[in-house]
């Protein structure tokens, strides 16, 4: 593999190992009240289908830390509660079966009340995530540095990671998040050079799709070029399916996880003679279930499909009166676009049975 990833310790949420010697795990969060059941389960099952492995909820409340059993009874991926300032709310979460948790212990006040979540995560066996943001660093820290320097978020985490350890507890991993790429870039690397704990990273607040798509790839993509990231989430102001899209499209293109279709289609020009950004997106939809790793080809003329998209494993490409459809730059047939877009999905379909069984 062209990325050497960073050395770290394997822990389990739930079923799911996080760590070097396992895949990144993506995961994302709900945007439902978890004191909603039905909404929450109907929320989570939608991200499962597009491949989300770990899900967190925010748990604001007692009645949303009781809905949390039921809610696992009816999903089949790990479930982390996000607690903030209730250490009560940590501890009942475990209790009713959370696969993790996530805190900040800055937060959640005295030490006394850190000691007893500890306590109970060791229980059960269950393992905590350290949040550390720009946004929630302790006073003596602020103070230190004046602002919310790479420097200042690192430091509060390697605290964060010696007061845990000093009660004997190793069953975590950190997120060091900023709402700019440098900051969170920055104080990750400072803190990764210190420890083998598993990392969680993402650019909190990144933003809409587009601008957050676009900070996050940026963001994450640095940091996993430099062997750093165990787990992620792509934080957008949208519905967090997108969210677990854009993550696989992420790690798709860094060839560090290759899951579902990668869509590649031309950038047009004045030789394309279909609308091929609508053509490519119809194909995308069209091929969401498929999780086995093809290359599709949508190509808007003859002369860079199949010649130019000779790689995909398969595509179609306009001409001025039918569709070409080729594989590995092989024409297997010529169709009207209608046609052409149902012996595709066959096509693609074919393949990835045939490279999940090759896989398996």
């Given at each position: 593999?062209?990325?050497?990833?960073?050395?770290?310790?394997?822990?389990?949420?739930?079923?799911?190992?996080?760590?070097?010697?396992?895949?990144?795990?993506?995961?994302?969060?709900?945007?439902?009240?978890?004191?909603?059941?039905?909404?929450?389960?109907?929320?989570?099952?939608?991200?499962?289908?597009?491949?989300?492995?770990?899900?967190?909820?925010a748990v604001p409340t007692k009645k949303a830390t009781e809905n949390i059993k039921d809610i696992k009874s009816k999903i089949t991926i790990p479930l982390i509660a996000?607690?903030?300032?209730?250490?009560?709310?940590?501890?009942?979460?475990?209790?009713?079966?959370?696969?993790?948790?996530?805190?900040?212990?800055?937060?959640?006040?005295?030490?006394?009340?850190?000691?007893?979540?500890?306590?109970?995560?060791?229980?059960?066996?269950?393992?905590?995530?350290?949040?550390?943001?720009?946004?929630?660093?302790?006073?003596?820290?602020?103070?230190?540095?004046?602002?919310?320097?790479?420097?200042?978020?690192?430091?509060?985490?390697?605290?964060?990671?010696?007061?845990?350890?000093?009660?004997?507890?190793?069953?975590?991993?950190?997120?060091?998040?900023?709402?700019?790429?440098?900051?969170?870039?920055?104080?990750?690397?400072?803190?990764?050079?210190?420890?083998?704990?598993?990392?969680?990273?993402?650019?909190?607040?990144?933003?809409?799709?587009?601008?957050?798509?676009?900070?996050?790839?940026?963001?994450?993509?640095?940091?996993?070029?430099?062997?750093?990231?165990?787990?992620?989430?792509?934080?957008?102001?949208?519905?967090?399916?997108?969210?677990?899209?854009?993550?696989?499209?992420?790690?798709?293109?860094?060839?560090?996880?290759?899951?579902?279709?990668?869509?590649?289609?031309?950038?047009?020009?004045?030789?394309?003679?279909?609308?091929?950004?609508?053509?490519?997106?119809?194909?995308?939809?069209?091929?969401?279930?498929?999780?086995?790793?093809?290359?599709?080809?949508?190509m808007g003329c003859a002369v860079n499909g199949p010649g130019e998209a000779a790689f995909a494993d398969t595509g179609i490409a306009a001409t001025n009166e039918t569709?070409?459809?080729?594989?590995?730059?092989?024409?297997?047939?010529?169709?009207?676009?209608?046609?052409?877009?149902?012996?595709?999905?066959?096509?693609?379909?074919?393949?990835?049975?045939?490279?999940?069984?090759?896989?398996?």
């Amino acid at each position: 593999m062209w990325i050497e990833r960073r050395k770290t310790k394997t822990i389990y949420v739930g079923d799911v190992p996080i760590g070097e010697k396992h895949p990144i795990v993506v995961q994302s969060m709900t945007n439902t009240f978890t004191e909603n059941i039905g909404d929450t389960v109907s929320q989570i099952k939608e991200l499962e289908k597009v491949g989300c492995e770990i899900i967190r909820v925010a748990v604001p409340t007692k009645k949303a830390t009781e809905n949390i059993k039921d809610i696992k009874s009816k999903i089949t991926i790990p479930l982390i509660a996000d607690i903030h300032f209730d250490y009560k709310l940590a501890i009942l979460s475990m209790e009713m079966g959370a696969d993790g948790i996530r805190i900040n212990p800055g937060n959640i006040g005295s030490r006394e009340k850190v000691k007893e979540i500890i306590k109970a995560a060791r229980e059960h066996n269950i393992p905590i995530r350290i949040g550390v943001n720009t946004g929630s660093l302790p006073k003596e820290i602020l103070s230190k540095y004046t602002h919310p320097t790479a420097e200042a978020v690192a430091e509060t985490a390697l605290n964060y990671m010696k007061f845990f350890e000093d009660e004997d507890f190793t069953n975590m991993k950190f997120s060091l998040k900023g709402s700019d790429i440098k900051t969170t870039i920055i104080s990750n690397e400072i803190f990764a050079k210190k420890n083998r704990y598993p990392i969680h990273i993402g650019i909190t607040e990144a933003g809409t799709v587009l601008s957050g798509a676009v900070k996050s790839a940026t963001g994450i993509g640095i940091l996993l070029y430099k062997g750093i990231g165990d787990t992620l989430r792509v934080s957008l102001s949208s519905h967090p399916k997108i969210e677990i899209k854009v993550a696989f499209k992420m790690l798709s293109s860094m060839e560090l996880r290759k899951v579902g279709v990668d869509i590649i289609s031309c950038p047009t020009c004045g030789r394309c003679v279909v609308n091929l950004p609508k053509l490519a997106l119809e194909v995308e939809d069209a091929l969401e279930h498929i999780k086995a790793p093809v290359t599709v080809a949508v190509m808007g003329c003859a002369v860079n499909g199949p010649g130019e998209a000779a790689f995909a494993d398969t595509g179609i490409a306009a001409t001025n009166e039918t569709f070409l459809l080729f594989s590995r730059g092989k024409i297997i047939g010529k169709y009207a676009e209608k046609e052409a877009m149902s012996k595709l999905i066959k096509e693609v379909e074919r393949i990835a049975v045939e490279k999940s069984n090759n896989i398996y």
